[in-house]
């Protein structure tokens, strides 16, 4: 009969447990925030990339020179 005992009060017994422990959907949502900012990065420096490419292509007339 002891088992009865335990109904009702299962989220006060796992506050207790895993008051320390991080929640699994934290977890998620923290890994998604940190890969949200590593690909921020790496694009922002492949935008960058492609401005400097863009810039210097038509500074200097593209492929072809047009000086001959």
Known sequence: MAFFGLIGNDRQMAGST???RE???D???RKRR???R???TA???Q???WEDSERQRQDHGGR???RR
């Open 23 to 25: 929640s699994a959907s």
């Open 34 to 36: 940190e890969t949200h």
């Open 38 to 40: 590593r690909t921020l």
């Open 43 to 45: 694009t922002a420096r």
């Open 47 to 49: 935008g960058q990339a």
């Open 18 to 20: 895993y008051s320390t």
């Open 27 to 29: 977890k998620a949502s």
């Open 64 to 66: 072809r020179s047009w």
